[in-house]
């Protein structure tokens, strides 16, 4: 029962059971259609951690010092546990990216900001849906949970703290379960809630992921009481819960808001229905899956790395799967036995200023050598590819470009983000041709005013001011803000309104470029032959996307560009999708004879913005804007 606790014995079948959270886990990324609910696995991780934290931390209570011995010494177990091996995968995983990729530069830096603990805010931040397909080239997805376990332990202490806990005051057990209820309550409807509005954030953020972690803790917390609400559970044969849990994980994703309660109610249930001498006791209590979970850490960090490294390389079948789950063992266990144990167990590691110095010191030096790699060699250097025009992305490096030489006084200004930098090449013949002296700022770059505090789109507004005393008739603004999905385009909606009234009032000849195609992340490398990726293993997804899914994505954007243009004479829209991805066609083009359209994702090498020159000029003289 889970009184074993409170009578110091270690509960070794959890290890078991974390090795069948893991399994599941790496069964659903080999092929999420085997078992298409299995990453709730991690889910199960969360609520086993909360119950071995408060364990833990109970320990080390009855053996306390003082309260600030407390706080040192739960923050520097929780670091020396996590973060070593974390070093080095984020550093080799990095590296060995690099000899794939053309252009790492994005997943190397979501790998850095693992190192914070805050990787499931950066991809939060990034709008990423951890279900798309275009995340699986990552290989630092995985480590979002640690975000979230790092950012539940620096709130976890304070729980002790203020409860009484640590000075064992009467009511204190009492108190830090009430805590814990409260906070359950809050974070599980929290969950509720953002999964209807936000799923991206009801995944990735901790207080929406608390609920899961503190129920554990509340289990181990109510066996030390009396009065023992868990009781009521303790007659469910525990093996009907494991078959329960398995069911689970073949649940379809349209359920995963009930599925998701559903695997935490069953992990939680099945950790206090577990007796000695029971079948689901002795099938945990396997010395294999013990050893599984004891290494649950390192498997659960390179498992990603080895798939996502494959798929960028030789692919996943059916008769690559040993190799890749041999490497994932060899990999693993390596890490555990030659990173974790060795520093965890070491008495150096203890406890010490030096032992700190070290750790933060390899933090440090792993992310300059990183950061100084997305700048300089990397590209250059590692990457073992064919030399591809990936690199022919014509971007102003200041985020500002300006030249004033051509005599006729007329301005092409052009305003925006990444999107307007990358026509840059674009811009500037089409300057060169008709006699316009060119202003190109990505952002908030080049302007007199400090704009840096100006949130959402207000620095659009703010920008054209400073043009606005020295505008001309025959001047022309251009606008080019990419992509923007619904839920960013709400948020900044009344700023592009409040652009257009001053547009108006300006009376200046204003065109919005429209989105251009967007395709899955790495879908343009990846279709590429190498001499490490063999026809064979190109994926079949790798077919041109189709048009009328890219079209549908883009969408709401677009409609409301042509709402815009429709409401001023002086706004125009310019299409710029259907020149890259022509109504005749059934799929939008990667290529075309000249080279890579792409040099991302989104952003168009100096070949693909090329592409819309003779139509934009067509446009431009039409509607009588170029003169």
């Not at 994980?249 to 099945?270: A, M, Q």
């Not at 102003?396 to 307007?420: C, H, M, Q, R, T």
């Amino acid at each position: 029962m889970i009184n074993n606790y409170s009578k110091g014995k270690y509960k070794s079948e959890l290890d078991g059971l974390r090795a069948i959270a893991l399994i599941a886990v790496i069964a659903n990324h080999f092929n999420e259609k085997f078992l298409e609910s299995g990453f709730l696995g991690v889910d199960m991780f969360f609520v086993i951690s909360g119950y071995v934290i408060s364990y833990s931390t109970e320990t080390k209570i009855n053996n306390l010092i003082n309260i600030p011995s407390f706080f040192i010494d739960f923050y520097w177990r929780r670091i020396i546990r996590l973060i070593p091996a974390l070093i080095l995968y984020v550093f080799t995983i990095s590296i060995l990216l690099s000899l794939f990729n053309p252009a790492p530069d994005r997943f190397i830096f979501s790998g850095i900001t693992s190192l914070f603990g805050v990787s499931n805010l950066y991809f939060l931040n990034q709008s990423t849906d951890y279900f798309a397909s275009n995340v699986e080239f990552n290989p630092f997805l995985q480590t979002w949970s640690l975000g979230v376990e790092q950012q539940f332990y620096i709130f976890f202490p304070f729980i002790i703290l203020f409860s009484g806990y640590l000075k064992k005051t009467k009511n204190a057990r009492k108190n830090l379960l009430s805590f814990n209820l409260i906070l359950f309550s809050i974070s599980f409807f929290l969950y509720l809630y953002l999964s209807n509005n936000n799923q991206s954030a009801s995944y990735f953020l901790m207080p929406a992921r608390f609920w899961e972690i503190s129920a554990g803790s509340i289990l181990f917390i109510n066996s030390q009481r009396n009065k023992n609400f868990f009781r009521n559970f303790d007659k469910i044969p525990s093996l009907l819960i494991i078959s329960l849990i398995v069911i689970t994980f073949k649940f379809s994703t349209n359920y995963i808001v009930i599925s998701t309660v559903i695997i935490v109610f069953l992990t939680t249930t099945l950790i206090n229905c577990l007796e000695e001498g029971d079948i689901a006791y002795k099938l945990l209590s396997l010395k294999v899956l013990k050893f599984v979970g004891k290494t649950s850490y390192s498997f659960y960090l390179w498992h990603w790395g080895v798939l996502t490294i494959s798929k960028w390389t030789i692919g996943i079948f059916w008769w690559t799967i040993p190799l890749q789950i041999i490497l994932i063992l060899i990999i693993g266990i390596a890490s555990n036995k030659l990173i974790e144990d060795p520093i965890r167990k070491s008495d150096f590691f203890k406890k010490g200023f030096k032992s700190f110095l070290i750790v933060f010191s390899s933090v440090i030096i792993t992310i300059l050598i990183l950061i100084t790699g997305i700048y300089t060699s990397f590209k250059k250097i590692l990457y073992r590819g064919s030399e591809t025009d990936f690199g022919t992305f014509n971007y102003p490096k200041e985020g500002y470009y300006k030249n004033k030489k051509n005599s006729s006084g007329n301005k092409l200004i052009v305003i925006g983000d990444s999107f307007a930098g990358h026509l840059l090449t674009l811009f500037k013949e089409l300057s060169d041709e008709y006699n316009y002296s060119l202003y190109l700022h990505t952002n908030r770059n080049g302007f007199k005013k400090d704009l840096s505090k100006e949130g959402n789109y207000k620095y659009l507004y703010y920008s054209l001011k400073d043009y606005s005393s020295s505008l001309k008739n025959n001047d022309i603004l251009i606008i080019n803000l990419g992509q923007i999905d619904e839920l960013k385009l709400k948020s900044k909606q009344q700023d592009l309104l409040n652009l257009t009234n001053l547009i108006d009032d300006l009376n200046i000849k204003t065109v919005f470029i429209g989105p251009t195609p967007r395709f899955r992340e790495g879908l343009y490398t990846i279709c590429s032959e190498e001499w490490f990726r063999p026809y064979f293993s190109i994926r079949k997804e790798c077919s041109p996307t189709p048009r009328v899914k890219i079209k549908d994505d883009l969408l709401f954007y677009s409609t409301f560009l042509k709402n815009l243009s429709s409401k001023s004479t002086n706004i125009y829209f310019f299409k710029a999708f259907s020149i890259l991805c022509p109504d005749q066609v059934k799929y939008c083009p990667l290529k075309n004879e000249l080279g890579h359209i792409y040099y991302d994702e989104h952003h168009l090498t100096t070949n693909g913005s090329l592409l819309l020159k003779d139509e934009l000029i067509n446009f431009l003289i039409m509607n009588k804007i170029l003169k």
